[in-house]
């Protein structure tokens, strides 16, 4: 019992908003086409530091004297990415936009009466979700700093995802992060990683006349069109967070029974399967469908000619590139198939979807129903079949989040979203062994599934783990 069931009080020592250090004239930034495809819906992600030092000294550095240093890092890193530092407010038409009046971000200072060896990770809904992580009440971004017993530090961020997907906060992560270090040498992989943002919504413009593919009505729906939700909606309810790791051996095993696949399509293929095997224990699945999705990244594919220029603009554009294809199958034959044949099931619907023309189209869609707002049909199944969403974090920068006293000891993004769907996240493990980390939003069937049938796959994430 206690700290590994959240039985820990936290304090809020301080709170105050950090702006950009120097004026900012206001403006108003629109949302692309791309953008406006996202509900109102905030991320988190979380750095957990242990007992740091002084690069030179064998001092332990004062909670004082590092939320001092990560707050003039941020004054600073907000003059390039000065939209974290805005409010989203509606237009004329009653879609977003940023007004980029350098508001400035929620900064809140807190104190846990726990060590961080004691935190459950693998059940991040006792010990990380409401006290770590903060709720954004106010702007795009909320940043939380937290002093724990052991003399460790966890900072954490929550951000509007309508503004930013993964690849923009981890360019700003990183920006942060070198920021709070001036003299430190930078490596070829940080620099890339911190590049300077890109704003030009224009490289996301809808062609005249646009084309969209068939496809693209049956992956993306307008609100509109959506059948009433239901009185209660259980499925939301019972939703859990969970957080394990998956060795590299069993990485390489999946691999092996569909050799021509990567791993993250084996991977997403093993999973559907187990989905569907929670499904299957329900009293009547005939018919029932399984739905899986994955998060596509357009910017190379949309820099993937012979303009040098835009290629360098997409691979710094701040702000959401994502599609996300999905597939259904039935229960039954999920069962049945072989993980090499589900594999190559999520191959076909992911390589649909990896190409310039399909980001384009995608683009002229929502140009085609605005204002109504449009959303990926995969998150509203509505008690349909079971629907889940799997989004690669393999770039996730936690190896580049050192802010002047050490590495990253664990990371993870943390995304309760409240949706109908299950979202899963994998990130490379902080071990640097070739596992992965793996953040869970399913229902609780599923995880009691993938639990008891799949322990030798999904191991709870623990701190001998990563004490190793």
């Not at 004239?25 to 996202?38: C, F, V």
């Not at 990183?174 to 990683?193: C, D, G, H, I």
């Not at 597939?327 to 594999?343: I, Y």
């Amino acid at each position: 019992m206690g700290a590994e069931n959240g039985d820990f009080s936290i304090s809020v020592t301080n709170e105050e908003v950090v702006a950009a250090m120097v004026p900012m004239q206001e403006h108003w930034l629109p949302l692309s086409n791309l953008d406006l495809l996202l509900p109102q819906v905030d991320v988190g992600v979380f750095f957990c530091y242990k007992n740091p030092k002084l690069n030179d000294t064998n001092k332990i550095m004062s909670f004082g004297s590092m939320v001092g240093s990560l707050k003039k890092a941020l004054a600073q890193v907000l003059i390039s990415y000065y939209v974290f530092a805005g409010e989203v407010v509606a237009n004329n038409m009653g879609e977003p936009e940023v007004h980029c009046n350098n508001r400035g971000v929620d900064f809140v200072e807190a104190v846990a009466d726990v060590e961080l060896k004691c935190l459950n990770f693998y059940n991040p809904d006792d010990t990380i979700e409401g006290k770590f992580v903060p709720k954004k009440k106010n702007g795009v971004l909320a940043v939380q700093a937290t002093s724990l017993k052991c003399g460790g530090i966890i900072v954490a961020c929550t951000f509007d995802h309508r503004i930013a997907d993964a690849y923009s906060t981890n360019m700003f992560l990183v920006s942060w992060a070198e920021t709070a270090q001036p003299n430190k040498p930078k490596t070829a992989t940080v620099a890339a990683a911190s590049r300077h943002p890109c704003f030009r919504r224009s490289l996301l413009s809808p062609r005249r006349p646009g084309s969209i593919h068939p496809s693209l009505r049956h992956m993306y729906t307008p609100i509109s069109e959506l059948p009433p939700p239901p009185a209660t909606s259980a499925a939301a309810a019972t939703l859990l967070s969970r957080i394990y790791y998956v060795t590299a051996e069993q990485l390489r095993r999946m691999q092996s029974l569909a050799a021509t696949r990567s791993k993250l399509e084996c991977f997403s293929a093993f999973l559907w399967k187990m989905v569907a095997r929670a499904a299957s224990r329900d009293k009547a699945t005939e018919r029932v469908v399984a739905k899986l999705g994955i998060v596509v990244d357009g910017r190379k594919r949309l820099g993937n000619d012979d303009d040098k220029e835009r290629e360098a603009m997409m691979d710094s554009y701040f702000g959401n590139v994502l599609s996300i294809p999905f597939g259904g199958k039935p229960v039954e034959e999920l069962l049945e198939e072989p993980l090499g044949l589900v594999a190559d099931a999520v191959h076909e619907f992911l390589a649909a979807a990896a190409t310039k023309e399909h980001f384009l189209g995608l683009i002229d869609w929502v140009e085609a129903h605005r204002p109504v707002p449009g959303v990926a049909t995969i998150y509203c199944s509505h008690n349909e079949g079971p629907a889940f969403v799997v989004s690669s974090g393999q770039r996730f920068p936690e190896d580049m989040m050192d802010f002047g006293w050490g590495k990253v000891v664990f990371a993870s993004y943390h995304f309760p979203w409240g949706g109908e769907a299950g979202y899963v996240m994998p990130m490379p493990s902080p071990l640097g062994n070739g596992d992965w980390v793996v953040y869970m939003h399913l229902a609780k069937r599923q995880l009691e599934i993938i639990e008891s049938e799949a322990v030798h796959v999904f191991r709870p994430l623990t701190w001998d783990y990563l004490n190793q």
